[in-house]
C-alpha cells in the first residue's frame, strides 16, 4: 500500500515537477506523510522544501492547506504550480470578498490541489469551521520558525496555529522551515502541537556557491571586473548603508550595467517596483540593505556580492543563501575590509541598550573576520559554524580552487613582533606599519620610533602586504588588539615564544593575480561550452518573452538549471524535451515546441556558420525539407552526397520527426527489400542487404526501409 503511493508520488514528481528523483530526504518526508505522521522538515533555502508538500498535495485525495506568512510570494507559488498544471489558489485578507467567495466555492466543489492562506486568514472567525465542510488533506506550515519567540522571526499570531492540530487531530501537518536552531526546532513541535513528530533536518550546505572573499581595496573595479564576467546574470550587492545602495547603483548605471537599489527608507511603492523588475529579469543588479531578500523567491539568483563585511556568519549565510536556489552555480563575493571591522566594532560598542549583547555580537563578529581571513576551505568553516562537519575540502570556494602557498615567516613575524615591543605596545597597526617600512611622517618622528632597531626594517614588504601578514598574526594568536585602548597591538603568549625560543611561524603568501582564476567562471572555456552559452542565452530570451506575455517571472517558465540542460543536451524531439529535469508533461505541452524549435534554428544558424554541432547536421536538412527543398536541392546547397541527405531522412523517421519517405519509396518496394532484412537482420551492413537483393535497390531505397522496418518491429 505504502510502496504504491510512494510510486504514485514518484510519477507525479516527473509528470508535474519534470523532475526524475527526490533529493534525499524528500522522499522519506513525502512517505511519512502519506501515512499521515505529522513531520518537521529543516532544510536550507533552496533544499527543496516546496516539494514535500506539494506531492503528496496532488496525490492525496482532498486540498493541502499551506499556511504562509509570505502574502507577497503567494502569488508565485500559486502562478509556478498553475504552470505545472496543478489547480492552486491563495485566499488572503489583500482580496476582495467576492475574490475570497468565489476560491471557497472552488474549494467546496473539490477542484483546488492546493490552497495557500495566511494565518490571519485561517484563523478568522468562520475559517476553520469552512474547512471542516471540505476534504482537507494535509496542512503544511512553511516559515513554521514564526511561531517560536526564540527564532529571529516570531509572529505572535502564528502561535494560535496549535488550533489546527487540536480541531483536526487527524490530519497531518508539516512545519517547514531553513532555520536550523536546536531550541526553536523544539518550539516548533510543541507549540503545533504535533503528535511524535519525524523530524527531518537536512545537511545545510549549499554546494552549488562558489564562495570567494576579495580584499576591499579597490572594491568597485572588482565589482565591474566581476559583472564583466557575469553578463546579465542577475545579482545582488548588499551594503551596509542606504546611501551606499543609492550611489553604487548610480555608479553602476554611470557605468552602463542594469542597475537599481532597494532599502528600507523607499516607499512601498518605490520597493515594491524596485523588487518587481528584478525578479522579472528587466534589471539585473540590485544594491541593496539586508531588508531586500526575505520573501524573494527569485531562483536564478546567480550572484551576491557583500560590499561589506556582514555582522556575522549567520547573515552571511542566510544572505549568500539567496543565491542558486535552481542548483545552479552561483556565486558569492565577499569583500573584507579591516576598516569594516572597525565601523561594526564601534556601532556594537556604542549600542548601549543592548550592553549585554554586545558582548556576543562582538564574539559573533570575530568569527565572522576569522572566515573571511581563512587560509582553510571555507565552507568547512561555515558549516563548523553550524555544527556540521564536512569530511572533506568543498572543492567550490577561493582557498580549495586556489590553495595559498605557505613561507617560513618566522623572521618577519620577528621583527614586527621586536618594533611592537620596542614602542612599548603603543602603536595601532598603521603606525607600525610606518615604523617598518621607515617612514619619516610626524607620528613617527614625534614619538622618536626613527632611533629603534627595527625602524625600517620592513622596507622590503609593501603597506598593503604588511596588514595581510599582521592580520594573519592576529587571527594565529601571535599578536593581539586592544580593542579598548585606542587598537594598540600587544604581544602575548606565544610572541613570546617565537621572539625568544626559536619558534617558526608559518604565513600564507597571497596572491592577488591568482584569486581571479579562483572563480568558477572564469576559466578559459572550450569551444562547446562557447557554444552552450550562446545557446542558454538565447533560451534565456525566449524565456523571457514568453514570461512576459504570461505576466509571470522567467523562473516560474524554467529555471535556469533547466536552461542549462536544455543548452547542453539540445533536445529536439519530445522523448528528449522530457527527459530534460524540470520539463514536467504540462509545461512540455505549454512551452515545449517553443523551446524545441528555439533549439533548432540556432543548431541550424550555428550550422551554416560552418560550426559542426554534434548529432545536429540531420536537423539542418530537416528545416531544409520543411521549406519545401528537394533532396538534391539540399545536397547541392550542403555540399553533400544526395545519399548523405536520405540518410538525414532515415534518421529523422526513425527519431519520429514529421518526414514523409512516400516520394523516395513505394510500398513495392519496401516490401521486398523489409523481405531482405527480415532474413539478414535489422542491423545487417547495407552492403550484405545490396547483394541480398541482387542489386537491383539503390541504397537508399535500402537505408530507408530499415528504418521503416526498424520503426514498425519496435
Ligand atoms: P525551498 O523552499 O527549500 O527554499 P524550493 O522548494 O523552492 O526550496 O526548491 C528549490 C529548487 O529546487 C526549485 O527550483 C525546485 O524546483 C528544485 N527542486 C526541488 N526538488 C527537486 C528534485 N527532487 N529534483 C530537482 N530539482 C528539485
Ligand atoms: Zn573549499
Avoid at 595 to 611: P, R, V
Wanted: hydrophobic share 40%.
Amino acid at each position: 500500500m505504502v510502496q504504491m503511493d510512494i510510486r504514485e508520488a514518484r510519477e507525479a514528481l516527473k509528470l508535474y515537477f519534470g523532475y526524475d528523483k527526490f533529493r534525499p530526504m524528500q522522499e522519506e518526508i513525502i512517505s511519512n506523510l502519506l501515512q499521515k505522521q505529522d513531520v518537521v522538515v529543516l532544510m536550507p533555502t533552496g533544499g527543496g522544501k516546496s516539494i514535500c508538500y506539494q506531492v503528496p498535495a496532488v496525490v492525496m485525495p482532498g486540498i493541502c492547506i499551506v499556511v504562509s506568512p509570505l502574502i507577497a510570494l503567494m502569488k508565485d507559488q500559486v502562478e509556478a504550480l498553475l504552470v505545472n498544471g496543478i489547480p492552486a489558489a491563495y485566499i488572503n485578507s489583500s482580496q476582495s470578498s467576492e475574490q475570497q467567495y468565489a476560491i471557497e466555492n472552488q474549494c467546496l466543489a473539490g477542484e483546488l490541489k492546493l490552497l495557500y492562506v495566511s494565518p490571519e486568514k485561517l484563523l478568522s472567525s468562520g475559517f476553520l469551521s469552512f474547512l471542516k465542510r471540505i476534504n482537507v488533506s494535509l496542512f503544511a506550515v512553511d516559515e513554521a520558525h514564526c511561531i517560536s519567540a526564540w527564532g529571529h522571526d516570531f509572529r505572535p499570531e502564528y502561535t494560535q496555529l496549535k488550533a489546527l492540530k487540536q480541531q483536526f487531530p487527524q490530519i497531518p501537518v508539516v512545519a517547514l522551515t531553513a532555520t536550523a536552531d536546536k531550541l526553536t526546532q523544539k518550539d516548533m513541535q510543541e507549540q503545533l502541537y504535533l503528535q511524535n513528530p519525524k523530524v527531518f533536518i537536512s545537511s545545510f550546505d549549499r554546494p552549488n556557491i562558489n564562495l570567494m572573499v576579495k580584499p576591499g581595496r579597490d572594491r568597485f573595479n572588482k565589482i565591474t571586473e566581476f559583472l564583466e564576467r557575469h553578463h546579465k546574470q542577475p545579482g545582488i550587492i548588499y551594503c551596509l548603508s542606504r546611501n551606499a545602495t543609492e550611489s553604487i547603483a548610480n555608479k553602476l548605471k554611470t557605468s552602463g550595467f542594469s542597475a537599481t537599489y532597494y532599502h528600507a527608507g523607499m516607499s512601498p511603492q518605490q520597493r515594491a517596483k524596485a523588487q518587481e523588475a528584478f525578479l522579472r529579469d528587466d534589471v539585473q543588479i540590485v544594491c541593496a540593505t539586508i531588508a531586500f531578500g526575505m520573501g524573494i523567491d527569485k531562483s536564478n539568483v546567480r550572484w551576491v556580492i557583500h560590499y561589506n563585511l556582514p555582522k556575522n556568519i549567520e547573515s552571511y549565510y542566510q544572505e549568500i543563501g539567496r543565491a542558486g536556489r535552481d542548483g545552479a552555480q552561483s556565486d558569492a563575493l565577499l569583500f573584507y575590509s579591516f576598516a569594516d571591522v572597525m565601523n561594526l566594532r564601534n556601532m556594537l560598542q556604542d549600542n548601549d541598550a543592548a550592553k549585554n549583547q554586545s558582548e556576543l555580537q562582538l564574539v559573533k563578529l570575530e568569527r565572522m573576520q576569522q572566515f573571511a581571513e581563512a587560509a582553510a576551505c571555507r565552507r568547512r568553516i561555515l558549516l563548523q559554524y553550524f555544527g556540521e562537519t564536512l569530511t572533506k575540502d568543498c572543492g567550490n570556494c577561493d582557498i580549495c580552487r586556489n590553495p595559498p602557498s605557505t613561507f617560513d615567516g618566522t623572521l618577519l613575524v620577528q621583527k614586527a613582533l621586536s618594533a611592537i615591543a620596542r614602542t612599548q605596545e603603543n602603536v595601532n597597526m598603521t603606525l607600525l606599519v610606518d615604523v617598518l617600512r621607515g617612514s619619516r611622517n610626524s607620528q613617527v618622528m614625534s614619538a622618536g620610533y626613527d632611533k629603534i632597531k627595527t625602524y625600517g626594517a620592513g622596507r622590503d614588504i609593501s603597506t598593503m602586504d604588511w596588514n595581510r601578514y599582521l592580520h594573519q598574526m592576529l587571527n594565529a594568536g601571535l599578536v593581539e588588539l586592544a580593542y579598548d585602548q585606542n587598537y594598540t597591538l600587544k604581544l602575548t603568549e606565544q610572541s613570546k615564544q617565537v621572539l625568544f625560543e626559536g619558534q617558526k611561524v608559518e604565513l600564507v603568501k597571497f596572491e592577488e593575480v591568482k584569486q581571479q582564476e579562483a572563480e568558477a567562471t572564469v576559466r578559459s572555456r572550450p569551444k562547446r561550452e562557447l557554444v552552450k552559452d550562446a545557446l542558454f542565452e538565447r533560451l534565456r530570451q525566449l524565456r523571457k518573452r514568453i514570461a512576459d506575455e504570461a505576466n509571470v517571472p522567467p523562473y516560474v517558465v524554467f529555471t535556469d538549471s533547466t536552461l542549462q540542460e536544455m543548452a547542453a543536451e539540445k533536445p529536439t524531439n519530445r522523448i528528449a524535451m522530457l527527459a530534460i529535469s524540470g520539463v514536467g508533461s504540462q509545461k512540455y505541452e505549454r512551452y515545449g515546441h517553443e523551446f524545441i524549435n528555439e533549439i533548432m534554428s540556432f543548431m541550424t544558424e550555428e550550422q551554416s556558420k560552418g560550426n559542426k554541432i554534434k548529432g545536429a547536421t540531420h536537423l539542418v536538412t530537416f528545416e531544409a525539407l520543411q521549406q519545401g527543398h528537394t533532396v538534391e536541392q539540399i545536397a547541392q546547397q550542403r555540399n553533400l552526397n544526395p545519399v548523405t541527405i536520405f540518410s538525414h531522412i532515415a534518421t529523422l523517421y526513425e527519431q519520429g520527426y514529421n518526414v514523409s519517405l512516400n516520394n523516395y519509396l513505394t510500398k513495392a518496394e519496401y516490401n521486398a527489400i523489409a523481405k531482405a532484412i527480415a532474413k539478414l537482420g535489422a542491423d545487417a551492413k547495407l552492403k550484405d542487404l545490396f547483394e541480398a537483393l541482387g542489386e537491383q535497390y539503390e541504397y537508399f531505397k535500402i537505408r530507408l526501409s530499415v528504418a521503416v522496418y526498424k520503426k514498425e518491429h519496435q
